[in-house]
T-cell receptor, first 113, second 113 residues
Framework: ETGVTQSPTHLIKTRGQQVTLRCSSQ?????VSWYQQALGQGPQFIFQ???????GRGNFPPRFSGLQFPNYSSELNVNALELDDSALYLCASRVFSGTDTQYFGPGTRLTVL | AQSVTQPDIHITVSEGASLELRCNYSYGATPYLFWYVQSPGQGLQLLLKYFSGDTLVQGIKGFEAEFKRSQSSFNLRKPSVHWSDAAEYFCAVGGGEGNMLTFGGGTRLMVKP
């Protein structure tokens, strides 16, 4: 157990809808990252938040957005869902430093129909 | 840009046999390297990490990995595999934009009784 929790566990949406996924960081961690893991692939970095601001982003369009709250919990929002957005979404928390380890939550499985 | 290659998509070993999972990385500076394990439907669990110093690192569950700069490799090893080791294994390199992790495509390990 890493202390990182995510909700919901599973979610089914239809194309064009919007979705919000939630993450609660491990106690003491001030940085959260989100990753997308398509079936049969490794996770891909979406973005990272530190002190409630985005401070790093992977190759994902603006319809992927996020929030980090003062208690270090976080949300991932995806607008205008596409079929290819079906994936396992993982959040990871850590203390902001160059060498700190990221600890992952169990993920949210999103299915877009 | 950083990248990770795991050449073996699937590996099957007999219980009690030794294991080596290959990982090759591309990164412009001194890499931070990680091995994570993922059981079906689960998040990622950190097995071990390399930041600096001794190139042979020990991890949990009896795993170890060796960093070889000349070969740009960070192979994972275990002397005797247990049936519970069956899972997907991901190698990752850290750094770059937001200190993100870049993952390989994973190696699925199956263990024969």
């Amino acid at each position: 157990e890493t202390g990182v929790t995510q909700s919901p566990t599973h979610l089914i949406k239809t194309r064009g809808q919007q979705v919000t996924l939630r993450c609660s960081s491990q106690s003491g961690h001030n940085t959260v990252s989100w990753y997308q893991q398509a079936l049969g692939q490794g996770p891909q970095f979406i973005f990272q938040y530190y002190r409630e601001e985005e401070n790093g982003r992977g190759n994902f369009p603006p319809r992927f957005s996020g929030l980090q709250f003062p208690n270090y919990s976080s949300e991932l929002n995806v607008n205008a869902l596409e079929l290819d957005d079906s994936a396992l979404y993982l959040c990871a928390s850590r203390v902001f430093s160059g060498t700190d380890t990221q600890y992952f939550g169990p993920g949210t499985r999103l299915t877009v129909l | 840009a950083q990248s990770v290659t795991q050449p073996d998509i699937h590996i099957t070993v007999s219980e009690g046999a030794s294991l080596e999972l290959r990982c090759n990385y591309s990164y412009g500076a001194t890499p931070y390297l990680f091995w994570y394990v993922q059981s079906p439907g689960q998040g990622l669990q950190l097995l071990l990490k390399y930041f600096s110093g001794d190139t042979l690192v020990q991890g949990i569950k009896g795993f170890e990995a060796e960093f070889k700069r000349s070969q740009s490799s960070f192979n994972l090893r275990k002397p005797s595999v247990h049936w519970s080791d069956a899972a997907e294994y991901f190698c990752a390199v850290g750094g770059g934009e937001g200190n993100m992790l870049t993952f390989g495509g994973g190696t699925r390990l199956m263990v024969k009784p």
